[in-house]
């Protein structure tokens, strides 16, 4: 069946620009979560939604970051005034429920360059 | 805080066994994952540990150990393909996935 998909794949943005960074998480899971990745280090967790719940924004680094989840699928991860620093794979994961053993589930990820 | 320490790089050679060590230090523990992850891809899952004792999968073991905080991955008859970034991840207390840096593993021929 269709893994997690991302979009766009890569995106190269202004200092200073907004952008929109797409998950189609698998179908039927009611877990997805939202990772960052620097070139060389491990997964920074940036939030994390479960069903109908309010989402975990506790990783979110500034408030120029934000992410909602229509319908429970589609998830978008908006950074606004973008910076350099911003600059990273971005990783969305999704899986069956929260709990216990069920693994995440990754896309391929998007690439962000902030020049 | 929160903390998982895994070596940074290891290396070895094609046909050997590798073991890479995870230590964690978390809010209460709800089971202990371990992803490859090839450069520029994904992190894929490998296994998943919860009870003490060792889970065997083909050529890779995990093992845990909750008291002593501790984990490792064992990688058999290594292949030139495992060479690959391997992340520890803990869920805590809130059933919140807490990663580690990754381990690269180089493999030699």
């Known amino acids: 069946g269709a893994g997690v998909s991302q979009s766009p794949s890569n995106k190269v943005t202004e200092k200073g620009k907004d952008v929109e960074l797409r998950c189609d998480p698998i179908s039927g899971h009611t877990a997805l979560y939202w990772y960052r990745q620097s070139l060389g280090q491990g997964l920074e967790f940036l939030i994390y939604f479960q069903g109908n719940s309010a989402p975990d924004k506790s990783g979110l680094p500034s408030d120029r970051f934000s992410a909602e989840r229509t319908g429970g699928s589609v998830s978008t991860l908006t950074i606004q005034r973008t910076q350099q620093e911003d600059s990273a794979v971005y990783l969305c994961?999704?899986?069956?429920?929260?709990?216990?053993?069920?693994?995440?589930?990754f896309g391929p990820g998007t690439r962000l360059t902030v020049t | 805080g929160q903390n998982i320490d895994q070596p940074t790089e290891m290396t070895a050679t094609e046909g050997a066994i590798v073991q890479i060590n995870c230590t964690y230090q978390?809010?209460?523990?709800?089971?202990l994952f371990w992803y490859q992850q090839h450069a520029g891809e994904a992190p894929t899952f490998l296994s998943y540990n919860v009870l003490d004792g060792l889970e065997e999968k083909g050529r890779f073991s995990s093992f845990l150990s909750r008291s002593k905080g501790y984990s490792y991955l064992l990688l058999k008859e290594l292949q030139m393909k495992d060479s690959a970034s391997y992340l520890c991840?803990?869920?805590?207390?809130?059933?919140?996935?807490?990663w580690g840096a990754g381990t690269k593993l180089i493999i030699k021929p």
């Open positions: 978390t809010s209460g523990f709800n089971g």
């Open positions: 994961a999704s899986s069956q429920t929260d709990d216990s053993s069920y693994e995440q589930y």
């Open positions: 991840a803990v869920k805590d207390s809130n059933y919140q996935l807490i």
